[in-house]
């Protein structure tokens, strides 16, 4: 069956600090790949998703970024966070139907 | 663009029915999904549809009409652990998920 890995859990970080935010698909290939950010009371937000290896289409302009180095991995970056960048993200896959999500990363900056 | 409307709170008892509107403005349309999500926690998947009419499964139950660019999701019997919020989403044109604000259903004993 298929399992989608995030990491960390929580995190507290420094405005101006970098960020990785890691994510992993097992048992399946060639998935589509997305980043959300849910803010405090807030709808789902996609940031970044990914239909392949080194594809990333970006849908809101920010100071972060996405790369997809191998089919199964999915990393969110930052150089410099915002105290607007906390929320929680969650990252998710799909093979053409519904998305399933990890467990999110909820990110606060400080 | 996108534009996904519901409600922003609901309360109801325990063993009541509730029903969540949602309705949707989309550039092109691939299918409408209902997810649940517990407070702290990530959407889990509820129901999916892309013809109209209603789908049944258990409890709960969704409905679309693409016509109207409305659906609903209804929950019945309500438990105690229904208390969560429903989120609405619309897959667009683009095969991408767009949602909805969400919908905090408080269930009370």
């Known amino acids: 069956s298929q399992t989608i890995h995030q990491w960390p859990a929580t995190l507290v970080q420094p405005v101006g600090s970098p960020l990785s935010l890691e994510c992993t698909v097992e048992g399946t290939s060639n998935p589509n790949l997305y980043w959300y950010r849910q803010a405090a009371g807030r709808g789902l937000q996609l940031l970044f998703y990914?239909?392949?290896?080194?594809?990333i289409s970006s849908e809101v302009p920010q100071n972060l970024s996405a790369s997809r180095p191998q089919d199964r991995q999915f990393i969110l970056s930052s150089k410099k966070l915002l105290l607007s960048d906390s929320g929680f993200y969650l990252c998710?896959?799909?093979?053409?139907?519904?998305?399933?999500f990890g467990s999110g990363t909820r990110l606060t900056v400080v | 663009g996108q534009n996904i409307d519901q409600p922003t709170e609901m309360t109801a008892t325990e063993g009541a029915i509730v029903q969540i509107n949602c309705t949707y403005q989309?550039?092109?349309?691939?299918?409408l999904f209902w997810y649940q999500q517990h407070a702290g926690e990530a959407p889990t998947f509820l129901s999916y549809?892309?013809?109209?009419g209603l789908e049944e499964k258990g409890r709960f139950s969704s409905f679309l009409s693409r016509s109207k660019g409305y659906s609903y999701l209804l929950l019945k019997e309500l438990q105690m652990k229904d208390s969560a919020s429903y989120l609405c989403a619309v897959k667009n044109e683009d095969y991408k998920l767009s949602f909805g604000a969400g919908t905090t259903v408080t269930v009370r004993a």
């Open positions: 989309t550039s092109g349309f691939n299918g």
């Open positions: 549809n892309v013809l109209d």
């Open positions: 998710a896959w799909s093979s053409g139907g519904s998305l399933a």
């Open positions: 990914s239909v392949g290896i080194g594809q």
